[in-house]
Nanobody, 123 residues
Framework: QVQLVESGGGLVQTGGSLRLSCATS????????MGWFRQASGKEREFVAA????????HHADNVKGRLTISRDNAKNTVYLQMNSLKPEDTAVYYC????????????????WGQGTQVTVSS
């Protein structure tokens, strides 16, 4: 299995920026695609972004495109979510996830999850 640990969350004002990191360890060979999801209080888990093994293919949810960007550095075994122009509606717990195969927008396709990191955007 792959172990995933998110970091970089915190409190930021509207219009500010954060960069989330997801450090991976363990048996990463069979895992290629990575995703970021978020869950606000009282709402279901929502797709944010996904990336293929080498970063050649990315997907971003329509409501974050142009503001939130996924990337990866395989030499560091780390996936990032750069978050710019943050809005209060971005407030949520952010989770990274891993799966073998292609990047997916569906949470149930991922079988390995981190513990989450809280992002709060104040107005």
């Amino acid at each position: 299995q792959v172990q995933l640990v998110e970091s970089g969350g915190g409190l930021v004002q509207t219009g500010g920026s954060l960069r989330l990191s997801c450090a991976t360890s363990g048996r990463t060979f069979s895992y290629s695609a990575m995703g970021w999801f978020r869950q606000a209080s009282g709402k279901e888990r929502e797709f944010v972004a996904a990336i293929s093994r080498y970063g050649g293919t990315t997907h971003h949810a329509d409501n974050v495109k142009g503001r939130l960007t996924i990337s990866r550095d395989n030499a560091k075994n780390t996936v990032y979510l750069q978050m710019n122009s943050l809005k209060p509606e971005d407030t949520a717990v952010y989770y990274c996830a891993a799966r073998p195969g292609a990047p997916s927008k569906t949470a149930s396709d991922y079988d390995n999850w981190g513990q989450g990191t809280q992002v709060t955007v104040s107005s």
